[in-house]
T-cell receptor
């Protein structure tokens, strides 16, 4: 089934440790996104990529970095995790950004920083 | 900051009844989208309505958009137990950054 694969499904991480959340899509979509979802705050955009080789900052980028070496993969890295980064992280993609395409979402990674 | 605000925050109805959720937003948009999220899962795109459209249908879904009031509504007719989920509106702005901004959602429970 075509779509987005995120890994891991869940993780408990010690504060100060680094971690990379993986995201792979098989739809050849140009644009990809990382959101975090927190109760009462909805989904907030962390970083995005319009196309392979380019990335941009979203609403809450601090403490996170991304790369887009190819069309399919868009990993999210936490260099030094803090408890406020406890959240559910969703990767999404769309055919293009800003042209009115719906987003396809992965199933999420539930991260707990202790 | 949130662009979209859904109302109500939670809604419980009997199976077979119609469910209506509302979304208000703050700035000019290119389009507005509705998504469904089942518990513990990712969001699923339901329907997109462009700023020059006033109403759109897809199966049991009906979406309206009033750009003068900066508001939208999602109607689900003849609700089913499987419609139990959270529903989010998302707006794509026309300010050049074209990011999709989500509201905080409406939790819909269908009582069998």
């Amino acid at each position: 089934t075509a779509g987005i694969t995120q890994a891991p499904t869940s993780q408990i991480l010690a504060a100060g440790r680094s971690m990379t959340l993986r995201c792979t899509q098989d739809m050849r979509h140009n644009a990809m996104y990382w959101y975090r979802q927190d109760l009462g705050l909805g989904l907030r955009l962390i970083h995005y990529s319009n196309t392979a080789g380019t990335t941009g900052k979203g609403e809450v980028p601090d403490g996170y970095s991304v790369s887009r070496a190819n069309t399919d993969d868009f990993p999210l890295t936490l260099a030094s995790a803090v408890p406020s980064q406890t959240s559910v992280y969703f990767c999404a993609s769309s055919e293009d950004r800003g042209l009115g395409y719906g987003y396809t979402f992965g199933s999420g990674t539930r991260l707990t920083v202790v | 900051s949130q662009q979209g605000e859904e109302d109500p925050q939670a809604l419980s109805i009997q199976e077979g009844e119609n469910a209506t959720m509302n979304c208000s937003y703050k700035t000019s948009i290119n389009n507005l989208q509705w998504y469904r999220q089942n518990s513990g899962r990712g969001l699923v795109h339901l329907i997109l309505i462009r700023s020059n459209e006033r109403e759109k249908h897809s199966g049991r879904l009906r979406v309206t958009l009033d750009t003068s009031k900066k508001s939208s509504s999602l109607l689900i007719t003849a609700s089913r137990a499987a419609d139990t989920a959270s529903y989010f509106c998302a707006t794509e702005s026309n300010f050049g950054n074209e990011k999709l901004t989500f509201g905080t959602g409406t939790r819909l429970t269908i009582i069998p």
